[in-house]
């Protein structure tokens, strides 16, 4: 069975501090993808990026970077210099990538980003 | 690009009642899924369709809730009769299909039911 586990409920930083939001991921497969949304307070999930297990690449995009560590099974997310428009829930979600053709995506519970100007 | 279309919005209903939610999927999108958001929690899978046919609804409660998708469009999910535990966030997600790969999914607004 697949588990995503996101242990920080909440964060409150001020603006322009960096901050990581952790995630860790359990799955037998050895094929998979790892997924973030951001959730704003409209409700609506935007995706952020999507990783597969063969590609441990860090990523960067404007602020935004992550770090992929198959030997730890976590897939951090920072943000750099946050800003108030950052303030939202993040998911991190995995996903089968091969087989069954199951898609769905496996949430963690969730981390709630405030930046306090 | 039209994104996922979802209604309606907002619905209160009473306990044992029944309900219905609409979803339109992004055109061309052959997967859908309807995922149930708890306050506080994460998305949880209820239902995936390919097309018009179903996937994966293991964890559909199936006493109460089910879901069709006629002609690999547009779908509907039902709930009959309601009980105050079902009161959540209902989003509907669509996706490409293309062999061996995962795609991401978009989402739409959401319906948010509460149950009295």
């Known amino acids: 069975a697949q588990k995503v586990t996101q242990a920080q409920t909440e964060i409150s930083v001020v603006e322009k501090e960096d901050v990581t939001l952790d995630c860790v991921y359990e799955?037998?497969?050895?094929?998979?993808?790892l997924f973030w949304y951001k959730q704003p307070p409209s409700g609506e999930l935007v995706f952020l990026i999507r990783?597969?297990?063969?590609?441990?690449q860090n990523e960067i995009s404007g602020r935004y970077s992550w770090n992929f560590q198959k030997s730890t099974s976590s897939f951090n997310f920072t943000i750099t210099a946050s800003q108030v428009v950052d303030s939202a829930v993040y998911f991190c979600?995995?996903?089968?990538?091969?087989?069954?053709?199951?898609?769905?995506?496996?949430f963690g519970s969730g981390t709630r980003l405030q930046v306090q100007p | 690009e039209a994104g996922v279309a979802q209604s309606p919005r907002y619905k209160i209903i009473e306990k044992r009642q029944s309900v219905a939610f609409w979803c339109n999927p992004i055109?061309?999108?052959?997967?859908l899924y309807w995922y149930q958001q708890i306050l506080g929690q994460g998305p949880k899978l209820l239902i995936q369709f390919q097309n018009n046919g179903v996937v994966d609804d293991s964890q559909l409660p199936k006493d109460r809730f089910s879901a069709e998708r006629l002609k690999g469009v547009d779908s509907t999910l039902k709930i009959q009769p309601a009980k105050l535990e079902d009161s959540a966030v209902y989003l509907c997600?669509?996706?490409?299909?293309?062999?061996?790969?995962?795609?991401?999914?978009?989402f739409g607004p959401g319906t948010r039911l509460t149950v009295l």
């Open positions: 799955t037998r497969d050895t094929t998979y993808y």
């Open positions: 997600a669509s996706s490409l299909v293309r062999t061996g790969r995962t795609n991401e999914q978009f």
């Open positions: 979600a995995l996903s089968e990538a091969q087989g069954t053709g199951r898609r769905a995506l496996t």
């Open positions: 055109s061309g999108h052959a997967t």
């Open positions: 990783r597969n297990s063969f590609d441990e």
